[in-house]
């Protein structure tokens, strides 16, 4: 039985022929890494498909993903095209195929982008991931859930560049849903996948889909290799008014993978509508006694993926709620400071107001008073035993391994707690090149909280710089020792 994705309209039972489900090569029939899937974009229905709900390795796949969350980025104006981002020690490390940055260099987000289309550049996908989320660890977090919010239930990442892991796997139902949301919410951006070749610094990268030139109206999208997925390709083509998303994945070479693609746009175009009738859904129907449910249920117009980072720049007033594990609605009923001594909140505050140094500022009440008694240490905040949740002792966690940590913020939510973090390394830079942002959750009462948290100081002194630096970008900071 062919597959439908339905259409806002589509709510009733639809049956279909197995005839219409094109019939496979020999060649991908014997080859256990093969799965193919074929989508009509303008109605949802399936064109062909082949093994696409069979886990497979996705390699260059995922830097689909990766340039996905790039563009919601830009979209919502959290970076911009010029940004040049650091590169770290770890991103210039990663095997080829790379662009070759030196560490401490920095790149643009454009070129970074350019040269994940065109060189699937493996260095440019993590300073991405690290300039977006803080490390690329947590970046393959967002990755992993946004997979998901887009209905690619199969989907897990650990990695932005698809490098071997035997964890990060996918299915060719999923990356097509994936080419669907990057086309219907970005068209802005869509256009750098269809890039034929960059100058990048005086260097050619060419584009390794060399499908695209070979058909008449194929804008795109991605291809990807590693020895454990084979040859992976998905395709994007619009002609005439029809518009197809296909996916070949286990190829046994580029050549025959591009071939076997080609051959599968050429047969199902024919079987296309020119009909556009809403919004895609991205939910695989259910089947009952022979006949074919059509789900209803419309992918949004706009992506679905988390908030990286606020989409305000945080108040002095909620950036100390954070760091003190307070809620927005506790601070806000909260009375302003007196004119007791600076010490403790208040000294924070005051180091957080910066220009807006004559605002009055709503200042967290203290649940431990004795965080208010105490003198705060020369101009540095040493929390060596508790952090920010002042009357529970904080619960390392097995790792990163550090000596001392620094502490931003904590939110009951995960994604702001990392956002921040990523917030953080961006704007203070150098001083926190080497430090590895992680999150840590904490009870409180029936609350979970996400502390916010750097690691990989192995010195007082060091820890103690960092806090500097982060206070001067106006962050609260403690310095934990471990």
């Known amino acids: 039985m062919r597959q439908v994705w339905g259409r806002a309209r589509i709510v009733g039972i639809v049956a279909l022929g197995a005839a219409a489900v094109l019939a496979m090569p020999m060649q991908a029939n014997a080859n256990a890494k093969y799965a193919g899937f074929v989508i009509d974009a303008n109605n949802g229905k399936v064109l062909y498909e082949d093994r696409a709900d069979e886990y497979r390795y996705p390699a260059s796949l995922t830097k689909m993903m990766t340039l996905y969350l790039t563009f919601d980025a830009l979209s919502k104006k ?3 095209l010029t940004d040049k981002m650091p590169v770290s020690r770890y991103a210039a490390g990663r095997p080829p195929t790379k662009i070759g940055v030196p560490a401490g260099k920095t790149l643009q987000v454009e070129e970074a982008i350019y040269s ?20 690329e660890s947590s970046f ?21 560049n698809g ?6 796997r996918t299915t060719a139902r999923d990356q097509a849903k994936l080419g669907i949301a990057l086309r219907e919410h970005f068209p802005q951006y869509y256009k750098y996948f269809s890039t034929r070749s960059y100058s990048f610094r005086g260097r050619r990268l060419g ?10 109206g194929v804008d795109g999208i991605k291809t990807g290799y590693i020895n454990a997925s084979g040859f992976n390709l998905v395709s994007s083509i619009k002609r005439d008014g029809k518009s197809l998303v296909a996916v070949v994945m286990g190829g046994r070479s580029g050549r025959s993978r591009d071939n076997h693609m080609v051959d599968l746009l050429q047969r199902t175009l024919p079987k296309a509508s020119r009909s556009d009738t809403g919004a895609l859904i991205a939910a695989r129907p259910n089947t009952d006694a022979g006949l074919t449910v059509a789900s209803v249920g419309v992918l949004p117009k706009t992506g679905p993926m988390p908030d990286m980072r606020p989409a305000q720049v945080l108040s002095a007033d909620e950036r100390i709620a954070l760091a003190y594990e307070t809620s927005a609605g506790e601070a806000g009923s909260l009375p302003q400071p007196t004119s007791r001594p600076v010490r403790g909140r208040q000294a924070l505050a005051n180091a957080l107001v910066g220009e807006n140094r004559s605002q009055k500022l709503l200042i967290p009440a203290a649940s431990a008073a004795n965080a208010l008694a105490a003198p705060v240490p020369s101009n540095r905040d040493i929390d060596p035993t508790y952090t920010g949740s002042i009357g529970s002792r904080a619960a390392a966690p097995a790792s990163p391994n550090s000596a ?8 009951p939510d995960v994604e702001t707690a990392t956002g921040l973090l990523a917030e953080a390394k961006r704007k203070v830079g150098s001083p926190l090149a080497s430090a590895q942002p992680f999150t840590e959750p904490v009870s409180k009462g029936t609350q979970t909280l996400h502390r916010a948290r750097f690691a990989g100081f192995e010195t007082k002194d060091s820890a103690w710089d960092a806090c500097a630096a982060l206070k001067r970008a106006d962050y609260a900071c403690y310095a934990v020792a471990r």
């Open 207 to 216: 584009n390794h889909n060399r499908v695209l030139g070979r058909m008449t």
């Open 116 to 135: 994940l289309v065109t060189k699937s550049a493996n260095d440019a996908s993590v300073t991405l991931a690290e300039y977006l989320a803080g490390s």
């Open 78 to 80: 959290r970076i911009s």
């Open 163 to 168: 490098l071997p892991d035997s964890g990060q």
């Open 404 to 411: 001392w940590v620094v502490q931003i913020a904590a939110s």
């Open 140 to 160: 393959a977090e967002m990755m992993t859930r946004t997979a998901h919010k887009l209905g690619m239930t199969k989907t897990t990442y650990k990695n932005a």
